[in-house]
């Protein structure tokens, strides 16, 4: 066992602070990973303020994880000491289910086994995340991250990326189809630049007029303020796909009017509260689909992590110490972030 310094939530309206465990020593299959840098996902502020009512205290958040690997069990073929490897939001799953059996862990009919507030397969113990200076995983759940990247600039691909990268690819965003991004946060920007690479026209809606200049860097080929009906009406019935990041709860019928005949509005942000229930008709009528899409599983998040290491692709980071954390979740819901925050653990090494 090896003491780990990490930052937890004791409950849902405190707020986060240095709190030490042990990790456990390792199995046969298992690689011992010292944490360098973990992104922050809004999930995270979502959990460790209970807002999905299943927070199980104390709770050590962190699913965009990247680090070295320093040790490995007996049985490990995939990895060695040194290599740089990347932690998602799953650490486990049942690899029985049919879900599993076709790479899909994250919807595995048993349940997957997340990288925080999860319940361990073997032992049923809580499993707790990446804001900690270091992490035991089964090397099934671990990727290898593309050498020619910043590492700092990888941690968000993990969750932001592979939760954006995942729809885009189920619903064939590519050259010649029209693909709008709702909302530029940590997800959007993900959304924004994936979409770009892969050759589809992109159009952000932000709610944010700030927002325009970075999202056509980011590349956007056009930029909506959501609030604006009459920039809003001008993309009326023109969309194959728009994938809605919003952390919050809103209307869902002017994403919809967005698409044309047999168009998929995707829903990837997961509120507090629901969404209203949109206007049938409004489905009816263009035979239009509103899904949803849950992150990636490995394969496809491997998969992602190779796609920006050819194209170059990383998210654009603002590097906090962990001690900073309770601000960034404050910034956060301000929207006042650039594009993700990320965590430097050494800062809790020294
Ligand atoms: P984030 O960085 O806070 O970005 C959310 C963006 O939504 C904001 O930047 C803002 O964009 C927009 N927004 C926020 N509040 C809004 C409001 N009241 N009305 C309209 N727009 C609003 O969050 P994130 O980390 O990208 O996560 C987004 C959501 O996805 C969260 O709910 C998170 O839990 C969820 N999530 C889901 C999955 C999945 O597998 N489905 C995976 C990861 C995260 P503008 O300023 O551009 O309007
Ligand atoms: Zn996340
Ligand atoms: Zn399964």
Excluded at 76 to 91: I, M, N, R, T
Excluded at 92 to 100: L, N, V, Y
Excluded at 141 to 147: G, I, N, S, T
Excluded at 152 to 176: E, H, K, Q
Aim: charge should be negative; include cysteine; hydrophobic fraction near 35%.
């Amino acid at each position: 066992m090896t003491t780990t310094h990490a930052y937890a939530a004791t409950d849902a309206q405190s707020k986060l602070a240095p709190f030490e465990f042990q990790r456990r020593e390792l199995r046969e299959h298992d690689v011992h990973i010292e944490v360098l840098f973990c992104g922050v996902c809004h999930s995270d502020l979502h959990q460790a303020r209970n807002e999905w009512k299943n927070t199980m205290y104390p709770v050590v958040p962190g699913h965009e994880i990247v680090g070295r690997v320093t040790k490995v069990g007996p049985q490990v073929s995939k990895y060695k000491a040194g290599d740089l490897v990347g932690v998602g939001c799953l650490v486990d799953s049942c690899r029985t289910c049919a879900s599993c059996q076709e790479g899909l862990e994250q919807y595995c009919e048993n349940g997957f086994v997340g990288t925080y507030n999860g319940n361990e397969r073997e032992t049923g113990a809580v499993t707790y995340g990446g804001y900690s200076t270091q992490l035991v995983v089964d090397e099934a759940f671990v990727l290898r991250v593309p050498e020619n990247l910043d590492p700092a600039g990888v941690a968000p691909l993990l969750c932001a990326g592979i939760t954006t990268y995942s729809p885009l690819r189920t619903w064939g965003a590519g050259p010649g189809k029209k693909v709008g991004i709702v909302g530029l946060g940590g997800l959007g920007h993900m959304g924004v630049k994936l979409a770009h690479a892969m050759g589809a026209h992109v159009v952000l809606f932000t709610t944010s007029p700030s927002k325009i200049d970075d999202a056509k860097r980011l590349g956007a080929d056009e930029v909506v303020i959501s609030k604006n009906q009459a920039e809003m009406d001008a993309h009326a019935n023109s969309f194959d796909l728009v994938v809605n990041t919003v952390a919050a709860q809103h209307d869902l019928n002017p994403f919809i009017n967005l698409l044309k005949r047999d168009g998929t509005l995707t829903l990837v942000g997961a509120p507090e509260h629901d969404h209203p229930s949109p206007q049938v008709f409004n489905l009816i009528m263009k035979r239009r689909r509103l899904a949803g899409s849950l992150i990636g599983g490995i394969a496809e998040t491997q998969e992602m992590l190779d796609f920006c290491g050819k194209h170059g692709i990383t998210s654009d980071i603002e590097m906090i110490p962990m001690q900073k954390i309770n601000e960034a979740y404050e910034r956060m819901l301000k929207s006042d972030v650039k594009y993700r925050f990320v965590i430097d653990l050494d800062s809790l090494r020294k």
